[in-house]
C-alpha cells in the first residue's frame, strides 16, 4: 500500500507555517508606535531625576571636602580656613598659607551655586547664624569664614547650595560635626 498525498492536501499543511515566520508592517509599527511612547514620558523624568541627583551629589561632596579638612586640622594641631571665593567656588587655607580652590559640582556637574533659589520661602538649619540665608550662601561668623581648629571644633554656620530649583544646606555646628539638609515643605529636613 502506498501513501499518498497529494498537492493540496501538502499545500495546505505548510500553508501555517509560511506566513507565520514574520511580523507584518502594521505590528512593527504599533511596536514601535508603544517604544515611542514609552519614551516620551520616561525621558523628562530621567532629565528631573538626574538633575536632582547632581545637586545632592554636590551637597554631598561639599560636606565631604568639609570632614577632611576637619581631618587635616586635627592631624596637624592646626586651623584650616574655608572660605568663599564666587559663586561656584570655595578656598581651603593651610597653616602654611597655601591655598586650594574647590569648585562647586566638580565632580557632579551640573548648574550648581552657593545661595538658594527664588523659591526658597525662609527657614534656616539648626547651625545658622542668621535669620534667613545669606544672598551669597555663607552663613559662618566672623567674616563668612569656616575655621576648623587643631581640636576638630569650629565656627558654626551653614553653606546654602542651589541649582535654581532646589536647595540644599551643608551645617557645621561648634564641635565640627558636618550635617546635609535638603529644603522642602517650607523646611530644611
Do not use: C
Request: glycine share 12%; charged share 20%; hydrophobic share 40%.
Amino acid at each position: 500500500m502506498q501513501n499518498h498525498i497529494s498537492k493540496r492536501t501538502l499545500f495546505q499543511l505548510s500553508a501555517p507555517a509560511r506566513f507565520s515566520r514574520g511580523l507584518t508592517l502594521i505590528e512593527l509599527l504599533v511596536v514601535i508606535g508603544i517604544i515611542g511612547i514609552i519614551l516620551t514620558l520616561t525621558i523628562p523624568n530621567f532629565a528631573s531625576m538626574q538633575q536632582k541627583q547632581r545637586i545632592r551629589a554636590g551637597a554631598s561632596a561639599v560636606a565631604q571636602d568639609f570632614k577632611q579638612i576637619r581631618e587635616r586640622a586635627i592631624a596637624r594641631g592646626r586651623r584650616y580656613y574655608v572660605a568663599r571665593v564666587d559663586a561656584q567656588n570655595y578656598q581651603v587655607t593651610d597653616p602654611d598659607s597655601n591655598i586650594t580652590i574647590y569648585r562647586l559640582g566638580r565632580t557632579t556637574g551640573g548648574r550648581l551655586r552657593f545661595g538658594v533659589s527664588p523659591s526658597y520661602a525662609g527657614g534656616v538649619p539648626p547651625e545658622a547664624n542668621q535669620p534667613g540665608a545669606p544672598a551669597d550662601g555663607f552663613d559662618f561668623d566672623p567674616a563668612g569664614q569656616l575655621i576648623f581648629d587643631n581640636r576638630g571644633g569650629a565656627t558654626k554656620g551653614v553653606v546654602y547650595i542651589t541649582n535654581d530649583k532646589e536647595d540644599f544646606a551643608v551645617g557645621v555646628n561648634n564641635l565640627g560635626k558636618i550635617e546635609v539638609y535638603y529644603y522642602g515643605s517650607g523646611g530644611w529636613n
